[in-house]
DNA sequence: AAGTGGTCTAGACCACCAG
DNA sequence: TGGTGGTCTAGACCACTTT
């Protein structure tokens, strides 16, 4: 079961859990390549590895000639946040129910291998959910899983709770990517929907990693009539740019 | 003037000259890291760490057994951030073009005028634009922008700089907002576009604020088989999502 | 068998910062 | 002066793919 991890990925693990239950508080000091070296009989190589990646991911902040700390946390929220559709839809104050189409354990395809960043992929869940605001059908989720992130998915009752929120208790999320598409819907979609082959829907393309490894795939189909994707926010001093 | 730049930054820098030339085309072999260890006289791990970063920042692709190849840049904006289209289009090696289709004042009408949170809108400027990659229409532009925060908006030569890029400079930004829907293309959009009726577009409706005031309104419509919205980022490391 | 990338080591020199 | 990070080397072993 325990994969064979590089070392410096142990070692990434290893401070990222100390940031994560806050035992080292942002602004703390991480220990040195040095300190690493020893406790980790490592070479300096392999802890500089961890540290230098740990400071591109933006959770470390390096001082020559000082030390490593740990980074504030960005002020700035998430953008496209990662809500739960039950949540959303009773928050309006409407009726939120769901209808489970398909839910089963899949061997995944070359494409499905190439999104999960695996070459070989052990075991993946998929699901198929229509989301229904007081009975319509207003969001398709087609959600593919990594078993080895969250192995008891399947034993979930997504009646009660969404997988959406299943995976937020069960898994950290340390990065979110969103493609959003418009496109017209396939005769599936449509039958699911309830739509027509004329109305135009938004797919949102969701990847979301949890310890380095992608947690889970999804696409969300949302009929263009139904439901539009909004987010406001406020920028930080810089404004914007990112490059 | 020439800085000291470490080994690793001036092989990146030759890769992607020859990826943003167009000398490697998506999909071309770029050299090993034995080769690059020869012609460049570095180290294995010198070599190694360019091509690594590399991939990471999305450009290339790295095979175990096989090679790194140059990675196929996709067609698309950010959801996230402001960013200056000319930049994105340029930023993927192809070339960007424009069109003005219309540049005016305007006076507001109600429905503008409550977009703007304005009761009495003194000055409004409107401007139309087709931006093209490599000469294909990918995204039109239809933008108001308040007067009383950007007075000098319509005396810009937008054949040189895009309406965002001046208001970035020209407008701190506070705040954004957007809307994502999937619509089919107005007779207007389709000729401006140049694509069919049945062709389903992305139409992002942002707001941005500057200084407590609505600075500029702008719907911005991508053709779906063109262009997608993206974004991806980290969560902040205690893993505190929003909602 | 030869070549590829993935990782790791045990050194090294440097600029920088602190006490 | 000793510790820090930033970089670099010249090897090495491995799993993998192609020939």
Redesign the interface.
Known sequence: MTEAQPLYARVKDHI?QN??S?AWAPGARVPSENELVESFRISR?TANRALRELM????LARVPGVGTF??E??AR????????IA?EIEQRGHRYSSRIVAKSEVTANPALAEEFEARALDRLFHILIVHEENGVPVQLEDRYVNAAVAPDFLKQDFVKTTPTAYL?AAT?????????????PTFDQQRLLGIGP?E???ALHRRSWSRGQVATVATLT?P?SRY????????NAR????Q
Chains 1, 2 share one sequence.
């Open positions: 990222l940031i994560r806050g190589m591109v991911e933006g959770f740990v980074k946390a960005p929220s998430s953008l496209v946040e990662l809500r739960n949540d937020l950290p999320v340390d990065e979110l990517e969103h493609t959003v598409e418009a496109a017209l004329l135009p829907c938004l949302y263009a539009a994707l909004y987010s406001r926010h406020r920028t404004g914007t740019l990112s």
